[in-house]
């Protein structure tokens, strides 16, 4: 064959049991089979090769008054370092993305300093001009606070409804953060969950249901428990995503008032947890609620004072390869979690391995190492998954560029993506 093409990963294993030479042109997949002749040549023989994963929900803060927790370019260095190609930003900046004008204030600072692709969402909250951020392109309306967490001001069931109404004549998506809060004193990681316990989730999940019409575009984010799973997959067509710190951790790993494990929704007890790791089948998505806070704020003196969230984008990938490595999990399952369903769901191709897919791709060896706080490039400096197993990418590639190898990275390869109401100006 005459065709030059730009790189081509040697020896793949696909899914399907064959091995295959992928050569790569443009950003996308020009030939499967017999290698191309090419400028750059990988061979995969010893690596875990697959599309690189789009995560669907994480807050990369920047901007002035957050850009000591995480920043674009730290954000994305550690997506990238993770395996991830594709991040999707959560609206509860400051300031929050509302308008025209904060969409475009956002855009153009993940658009100068972001490493990895990336999306926007759009907030609906009071205030919010659902025309102009639709035709920015915000990949999805939310994460909608339900219930308020650190950051984000919470919406009560009239505002949803008519917002859902807004949203499904647009065929627009929504992702809602589902959560009732009992009232009581925050003081330790039990109270925490106390407060905002699973029968409280699995309150919000309903009504939140009982007040969106059949065809609504309706994503739950971040679902902690096996009994709001059940609810949610009565109903077709309405998706949900589930955390790694929920299927990995539990309060009970945790001293009392370590702030470290504080999240929104809570983590779990360690049989509630199992129970949801069972459900590993019944899951659509797997997206990191990649949330940084510094190490001080996470160390406040008073418990209620610590803002809840934990760092995960850089270590999704790692750990679910992991369990594939433990033959807990099938490495397409991790496929179908990670870039297939969150790319179908926000409505944007999947990268892959036919011709003319979008050439995102991470390659990971096969042995696991140790996660450290050291090695991990957030500004969060901290993980909860310190000394756990975990198998991180040696290389990530987006539209056929190295991005990522053995700690370097690359810049400019990054692109945007849009959702279905984008209109260029
Ligand atoms: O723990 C959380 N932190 N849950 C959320 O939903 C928001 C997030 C944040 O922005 O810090
Ligand atoms: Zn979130």
């Known amino acids: ?4 093409c730009s790189l081509v990963l040697k020896n793949v294993s696909l899914s399907n049991g064959t091995i295959k030479d992928i050569s ?17 040549s990988i061979d995969c023989k010893d690596l875990i090769c697959i599309p ?27 997506a990238l370092a993770g395996g991830v190609a594709t991040v999707i930003d959560q609206p509860n900046t ?13 855009f153009s600072e993940a658009e100068k300093n972001s490493y990895c692709n990336f999306g926007i969402n759009g907030s609906v909250m009071p205030g ?9 392109g915000v990949c999805a309306f939310g994460e909608t606070f339900f219930a308020e967490s650190s950051y984000g001001s919470a919406v009560d069931s009239n505002f949803l409804k008519s917002a859902f109404e807004k949203i499904q004549k647009k065929d627009a998506l929504i992702t809602v953060h589902a959560e009732v809060i009992d009232s009581g004193e925050d003081d330790s990681l039990t109270s925490h969950e106390k407060l905002r316990n699973c029968q409280n989730e699995l309150l919000a999940v309903k009504t939140i249901i009982d007040i969106s019409k059949t065809g609504l575009k309706l994503h739950f984010c971040h679902i902690s428990s096996p009994d709001s799973v059940d609810l949610i997959k009565q109903r077709k067509n309405i998706t949900f995503e589930v955390m790694p710190h929920h299927l990995f951790l539990s309060y ?7 702030g470290f494990g504080k999240v929104n929704p809570p983590l779990r007890s360690e049989s509630v947890r199992k129970k949801l790791l069972l459900r590993w089948n019944e899951i659509d998505v ?16 008073i418990f209620s004072d610590i803002p809840s969230g934990i760092p995960g984008v850089e270590t999704m990938l790692p750990l679910l390869i992991n369990q594939v490595l433990e033959k807990n999990i099938t490495l397409q399952s991790v496929i179908e979690k990670t870039v297939i369903n969150p790319s179908k769901i926000i409505g944007i191709e999947p990268p892959g391995f036919t011709k003319g897919s979008p050439a995102d791709f991470a390659l990971y060896p096969k042995e696991p190492v140790k996660i450290t706080a050291d090695s991990l490039q957030s500004k969060a400096g901290w993980t909860p998954y310190e000394g756990m197993n975990a198998v991180f990418p040696d290389i990530t590639i987006i539209s056929g560029n190295i991005a990522y190898k053995n700690g370097e990275f690359y810049k400019d390869c990054a692109r945007p993506v849009r ?3 984008y209109i260029a100006l």
């Open 128 to 136: 919010w001009d659902i025309n102009a951020l639709y035709r920015c």
């Open 286 to 301: 797997v997206a990191s609620d990649h949330a940084p806070h510094t190490i001080t704020e996470k160390t406040k003196e």
């Open 252 to 258: 009970e790993m945790f001293d009392k008032n370590d």
């Open 1 to 4: 064959m005459s065709l030059k």
């Open 94 to 106: 400051i300031p929050p993305v509302v308008d025209k004008e904060s969409f475009l204030l956002r």
């Open 419 to 421: 959702g279905n109401g």
């Open 24 to 40: 790569v042109k443009d950003g996308r997949v020009v030939h499967s089979g017999m290698a191309v002749d090419s400028e750059i």
């Open 52 to 78: 690189a994963a789009t995560d669907m929900h994480v807050h990369m803060r920047g901007g002035d008054i957050q850009k000591h927790k995480e920043t674009w370019e730290t954000g994305s260095k550690s």
